[in-house]
């Protein structure tokens, strides 16, 4: 329900992009739970995948894997908070500043050196390698 009333909020005035109808909202499909492929096909497919919470608890998993599968990830605040990926994210909080953003990043591409910024920061702070050291670290400690 939450994602629904964002949504609202974030078509209300009908400026989003130029390619969005307000009144039909075509260009939106609200997916309920697809399966693993069809949600790394939407991923990888999206110019812009937008994240959003209400709660930060914690690192969520689909924001690292939009991080390692798609583009552009747009997110608030509450979704990195406690983690490093501010820093391979695009963070807004305002309405106004978030469809600003979009329309902005519809008609970029992702940089080769952005792209790369972000496997380092993977790599260092997420990645299974990493999670197994401390792992092993922590057992012989």
């Known amino acids: 329900m939450a994602i629904l009333h964002f949504l609202k909020m974030l078509l209300s005035d009908c400026l989003l992009i130029s390619t969005f ?3 039909t909202q075509e260009n939106i499909t609200l997916i309920a739970n697809p399966e693993d ?6 991923i990888s497919n999206a110019q812009i995948n ?11 998993l689909k924001l ?7 583009r552009f990830c747009l997110v608030n605040s509450k979704m990195v908070e406690g983690t490093t990926l501010s820093k391979v994210c695009i963070v807004k909080n305002d309405i106004d ?7 902005e990043l519809s008609g ?8 790369e910024k972000r496997k ?6 997420y990645s299974n390698s990493k999670s197994y050291r401390t792992i092993i670290k922590a057992l012989k400690a």
Do not use: P, W
């Open 21 to 23: 109808n307000c009144q």
């Open 97 to 103: 500043e978030i469809k600003e953003t979009i329309t």
């Open 64 to 70: 690292l894997n939009v991080l390692y599968n798609g």
């Open 120 to 125: 380092r920061i993977l790599e260092e702070d």
């Open 37 to 42: 492929s069809k949600l790394n096909e939407l």
């Open 108 to 115: 970029m591409e992702l940089s080769d050196e952005d792209i």
């Open 50 to 60: 937008f994240l959003y919470t209400n709660q930060a608890t914690g690192l969520k």
